[in-house]
Antibody, heavy 121, light 107 residues
Framework: EVQLVESGGGLVQPGRSLRLSCAVSGFTFDAYAMHWVRQAPAKGLEWVSGIGWDSSAIGYADSVQGRFTISRDNAKNSLYLQMNSLRAEDTALYYC??????????????WGQGTTVTVSS | AIQMTQSPSSLSASVGDRVTITCRASQGIRNDLGWYQQKPGKAPKLLISAASSLQSGVPSRFSGSGSGTDFTLTISSLQPEDFATYYCLQDYNYPQTFGQGTKVEIK
C-alpha cells in the first residue's frame, strides 16, 4: 500500500523557518516525481513545488519562489520542504503528493494526509 | 502561469441527477488535466487523469472529456457519496495550477 506521511508542521512566527518532511513507502520512490500542495483554511488547492525523480528538475509557485526549497533523499525514501521567511499567507495544510511519472510533466495521484503550518505572532 | 477557470463554483443537485463541471485553460494544455474529489477533512482523491482516463476503483458514473482548453467532468447519476468539492489540475507545465473548485451540495 502506498503511504505518504508528512511531519514537521506547527506554529511559527512570521519571518521564521520550518522544515517539512514526508516519509514514503509502498512504491519505488526514486522512480517518481514528488510534489507539495497546500490548502489554506477553507480555501482551494495550491501547487507549491515539485521535484523530479533525480532532483534535476525543480519547480516552484511564484508565491514561494526564493523562500522555499524542495529536496529529496532517495536513499531514505523522503521528501522535504525547507520554508524560510514565512508569512501569514503561508498558513495552510501542506500535502505531500506522489507524481504519476518521473518528471514534473506528469499529474499526481496519491496524497498524504497533510501537516498543518500556522504562521502567527 | 496557466490559469484554470472552473465553473460553477458551487451547485445544488439531487441524488440521481446528471452533473457537469467544466474547466477552461488559459492556453492549450493538450489532455494534460486531472480531476480530483475532496471530502471535508480528507485529502483529495484522483478520479480521472489525462482528461478522460478513469482511475482504478473509481465508479463508472464519473467521466471526463476534453482537449486543448476546454474540459468537462460528468457524474451521470449523482450518488450520496458524491457530495464533495471537485478540482481540476493542469500538469501540462509548471507551476501546475488548480481550478478554484466546485462544491457539489445536496438540493
Amino acid at each position: 500500500e502506498v503511504q505518504l506521511v508528512e511531519s514537521g508542521g506547527g506554529l511559527v512566527q512570521p519571518g521564521r523557518s520550518l522544515r517539512l518532511s514526508c516519509a514514503v513507502s509502498g512504491f519505488t520512490f526514486d522512480a517518481y516525481a514528488m510534489h507539495w500542495v497546500r490548502q489554506a483554511p477553507a480555501k482551494g488547492l495550491e501547487w507549491v513545488s515539485g521535484i523530479g525523480w533525480d532532483s534535476s528538475a525543480i519547480g516552484y509557485a511564484d508565491s514561494v519562489q526564493g523562500r522555499f526549497t524542495i529536496s529529496r533523499d532517495n536513499a531514505k525514501n523522503s521528501l522535504y520542504l525547507q520554508m524560510n521567511s514565512l508569512r501569514a499567507e503561508d498558513t495552510a495544510l501542506y500535502y505531500c503528493v506522489k507524481g504519476m511519472g518521473d518528471s514534473l510533466y506528469y499529474g499526481t495521484d496519491v496524497w498524504g494526509q497533510g501537516t498543518t503550518v500556522t504562521v502567527s505572532s | 502561469a496557466i490559469q484554470m477557470t472552473q465553473s460553477p463554483s458551487s451547485l445544488s443537485a439531487s441524488v440521481g441527477d446528471r452533473v457537469t463541471i467544466t474547466c477552461r485553460a488559459s492556453q492549450g494544455i493538450r489532455n494534460d488535466l486531472g480531476w480530483y474529489q475532496q471530502k471535508p477533512g480528507k485529502a483529495p482523491k484522483l478520479l480521472i487523469s489525462a482528461a478522460s482516463s478513469l482511475q482504478s476503483g473509481v465508479p463508472s458514473r464519473f467521466s471526463g472529456s476534453g482537449s486543448g482548453t476546454d474540459f468537462t467532468l460528468t457524474i451521470s447519476s449523482l450518488q450520496p457519496e458524491d457530495f464533495a468539492t471537485y478540482y481540476c489540475l493542469q500538469d501540462y507545465n509548471y507551476p501546475q495550477t488548480f481550478g478554484q473548485g466546485t462544491k457539489v451540495e445536496i438540493k
